[in-house]
């Protein structure tokens, strides 16, 4: 398996979007890498033609019927948002002016 | 009458002929929360206003007459189960404050029972550790000695109904969490098959491997909290539509001619040499009452931790995208968005962002295939495992856990070691199977061990009858 460097972990916390801290990063480099080795031992077994189980009880494509029903009211939807405007949730600008 | 001392069932009968009330079944529950809970924390949340509310509720329908399954008992409920108007973290700081605006399946299930909610119970962060020293608040303690973990990581619920602060509790099992502090705390815990409880409103912490399960001082106290929260909801688009059953008619105490499977690969290196002594002795007692004991191989037992953890932070890592500081939970404001939520995020506790990071990392570009697809696939070979198992026998008997409760602080600092507090509980969530936890004697330290029995998917009756057997020996 590859071996992780400081430079990954950076590269997953931004995709993970986590800001860490210097001391932080340099303690996830060294656990993630002690399971991910303990992980290797997945790579003993032969897996040719195993398919793979997504889930432990497989259903596929459970569809209700297409008909409106009430959603909740925008009080109790907005209730917990830090900011909120006009009925909406507030954020900051992402796109520049 | 001592209200503290009688089990879910027994208050049930007492509250049916009028021997007592819930209002002060519940009212004793509280007193006790107050008396012991500074020393054992297993509440996050005390409900108090609102359980003596559904409590005065439930004694007018008793009055008249009203049978309803649960009416007037008090139960806890694990903090990651939502509840409408009572604030709900799921242990963490990322979720503070956060008041649901709905109930979760099971929570309306309790209340259509007629259960009274006495409160939220302590959970490690997002149910991710085995011993509640991950929740973000504080640690709970073991009631058999404070100075030891419950387990977890619904470990607030097993010490709850270990010290008689609730008559039953509902949990969450995604690799043992029901299991595992049931064992610890010497209480009983159920984790049904998946699929069984709709997981509506349970805040999710890895979707394929989730599950409602419950607590009770009692086999009997158990099942009938599972009774009444089970059953199917097509909100929960995993929810098995399957026709219900009569799981208390089904405590019949007669395992006769049932074939118990006894895994070699269950009885690991370095589990306490007491825990594997009681649990023989226990498999000797179901032989004793008639059980078949038959030797049996889960050959892959050995790949299910790591299995487990790559499976379990990957999904995890895509539920916890949501917590972003935009419609829950506090914000940090940043210099920019990305920063907002990133900065906010920096709020999940140090398991939740190791597991966060884990699953990220084996989803990624490059990796997937190494890490997330190869645990699938092996997760074929898990799943196997027990379906060949159960083609010979009709229950898999083992220990819970290698141990019994350890020290808090004994193993916070080292995740491979807090990891294989699951490993013998976590292969029955990769598979379709279910589980509970049944005491079965304690150590020389008094902590108290736990029997697992495993059955083949939706037979939770019959392990239910065979915990209820041994019990009752």
Not at chain 1, 11 to 36: C, M, P, S
Not at chain 2, 30 to 40: A, F, H, Y
Not at chain 2, 93 to 99: C, N, P, S, Y
Not at chain 2, 168 to 196: E, H, I, K, M, N
């Amino acid at each position: 398996m590859s071996e992780l460097t400081l430079k990954d972990v950076e590269r997953i916390a931004h995709l993970a979007r986590l800001q860490l801290t210097d001391e932080e990063k340099a303690a996830y480099l060294g656990q993630l890498t002690a399971v991910l080795d303990y992980a290797a031992v997945l790579n003993e077994l032969d897996l040719e033609g195993v398919p793979p189980s997504p889930h432990a009880v497989a259903q596929q494509n459970i569809m209700r019927d297409d008909v409106i029903e009430p959603s909740l009211p925008i009080e109790d939807t907005l209730h917990n948002a830090p900011q909120q405007a006009d009925n909406q949730f507030l954020i900051q600008s992402v796109l520049d002016e | 009458m001592n209200l503290t001392e009688l089990t879910l069932t027994e208050l049930r009968t007492a509250l049916r002929q009028g021997e007592t009330n819930s209002v002060a079944a519940t009212q004793a529950m509280l007193d006790r929360i107050v008396e012991q809970d500074n020393d054992i924390k297993s509440y996050l949340t005390i409900t108090d206003e609102m359980a003596l509310e559904q409590a005065a509720a439930a004694d007018k329908r008793l009055a008249n007459g009203d049978q309803s399954p649960l009416l007037g008992v008090p139960i806890a409920v694990k903090d990651i189960i939502a509840t409408k108007g009572a604030t709900t973290t799921a242990g963490s700081k990322i979720l503070e404050g956060f008041v649901p605006p709905y109930d979760a399946f099971v929570v309306e299930k309790l209340k259509e029972a007629g259960a009274v909610i006495l409160g939220k119970t302590n959970t490690d962060e997002f149910a991710m550790g085995s011993s509640t020293e991950n929740s973000g608040y504080f640690t709970t303690r073991n009631p058999w000695d404070l100075a030891r973990v419950p387990g977890g990581s619904s470990g607030g619920s097993a010490a709850a109904v270990a010290a008689n602060m609730a008559y039953g509790a509902l949990g969450t099992d995604t690799g043992g969490s029901v299991r595992q502090p049931a064992s610890f705390c010497g209480v009983v815990g159920l984790r049904p098959t998946y699929g069984r409880i709709s997981r509506w409103g349970v805040i999710a912490f890895a979707s394929s491997l989730d599950q409602v399960g419950t607590f009770g001082r009692t086999v009997a106290d158990t099942t009938a909290l599972f009774q009444a929260v089970t059953g199917y909801d097509r909100r929960d688009s995993t929810s098995l539509d399957v026709p219900a059953e009569d799981f208390e008619a089904a405590l019949t105490g007669d395992i006769k001619g049932l074939k118990v499977g006894v895994p070699a690969e269950y009885f690991v290196e370095g589990m306490d040499a007491e825990v594997e002594t009681a649990v023989r002795a226990a498999i000797a007692q179901l032989e004793k009452l008639g059980a078949e004991i038959i030797e049996i191989s889960l050959p892959h037992t050995q790949y299910a931790l790591p299995v487990y953890y790559l499976i379990a932070p990957a999904e995890a890592s895509a539920n916890l995208a949501r917590y972003d500081g935009i419609r829950y939970g506090p914000r940090i404001e940043g210099a920019d968005m990305i920063d907002s939520v990133k900065q906010t995020r920096a709020l999940f506790g140090p398991e939740v962002k190791r597991r966060i990071m884990l699953g990220t990392y084996a989803l990624s570009a490059g990796y997937y295939d190494e890490y997330y697809g190869r645990a699938l696939k092996v997760r074929t070979l898990i799943k196997q495992d027990f379906q060949n198992a159960f083609e010979q026998v009709d229950v898999i008997a083992a220990p819970t856990s290698p141990t019994t409760a350890f020290k808090i602080g004994e193993r916070a600092d080292d995740p491979l070691s807090m990891y294989l507090a699951d490993v013998l509980t976590l292969s029955l969530n990769l598979s379709a199977s279910c589980g509970l936890s049944v005491p079965c004697g304690f150590d020389s330290k008094g902590l108290p061990i736990g029997l697992q029995l495993i059955g083949n998917t939706l037979q939770e009756a019959t392990i239910l009858n065979t915990a209820f057997a041994y019990e009752q020996a």
